[in-house]
């Protein structure tokens, strides 16, 4: 078996497992709640318990986070039901999308989009190194013409995160 980081391998969201299990624990408490208030009135019927079920669906759905892997040249963001994916080395435009959570919009030469939260790659240094080797690559080839600002503000907080973790397991923080 090849090294962790060898440049054949996938770079995945660690903590991906763990915010699915969060959306599915949101959306059974939501839905149990539901049913015990329902049970509590003694007004349980079948169309409002298929409401609830449809409730909590919905809530997990809007709670699911996106699962983000990345390799040699390319990075993927999978939903439910869709990946979208682009070429990190084939990179034409990275932008920073503020709201009420912040995103992260690539587009690659080859018309692919995908938009992921920011703070994935802070939280996964390898996601983050495979996005930052396909974009140099893409940048010294001539193709990123927006977004080297939005990458080296994200390369720096990246820095910070890691060193922070490396002060914390070694006990000097």
Same mark, same amino acid.
């Given at each position: 078996?090849? @090294? ?21 624990? &949101? ?5 149990? *709640? $539901? +049913?015990?208030?329902?049970? #509590?009135?003694?007004?349980?019927? !079948? ?5 609830? +079920?449809?409730?909590? #669906?919905? $809530?997990? %759905?809007?709670?699911?986070?996106? @699962?983000?892997?990345?390799? #040699? ?7 439910? !039901?869709?990946?979208?994916? %682009? ?8 932008? &920073? $999308? ?6 992260? *919009?690539? /587009? ?11 703070? %994935? ?8 190194? /495979? *996005? ?13 013409? &927006? ?6 503000? !994200? ?8 060193? /922070?973790? %490396?002060? /914390? ?5």
């Amino acid at each position: 078996m090849g @090294r962790p980081d060898a440049p054949g391998e996938a770079a995945t969201d660690l903590d991906w497992t763990r915010e699915r299990w969060s959306a599915v624990r &949101c959306a059974g408490a939501l839905l149990t *709640l $539901l +049913f015990l208030i329902d049970w #509590g009135s003694g007004r349980t019927v !079948l169309w409002r318990a298929a409401l609830w +079920f449809a409730l909590s #669906g919905l $809530l997990f %759905v809007v709670l699911c986070p996106a @699962r983000v892997s990345a390799g #040699g040249g390319w990075l993927a963001s999978r939903r439910l !039901l869709r990946e979208h994916r %682009v070429r990190t080395d084939l990179l034409v435009s990275v932008r &920073c $999308l503020d709201g009420v959570s912040p995103r992260l *919009l690539l /587009r690659d030469a080859l018309g692919g989009r995908v938009e992921i939260d920011p703070q %994935v790659l802070v939280r996964n240094p390898r996601l983050w190194l /495979r *996005l930052d080797e396909g974009a140099r690559k893409s940048a010294a080839d001539g193709l990123l013409l &927006c977004g080297t600002t939005a990458l080296g503000s !994200l390369a720096r907080r990246v820095d910070r995160e890691t060193a /922070r973790a %490396v002060f /914390r397991a070694s006990g000097l923080e």
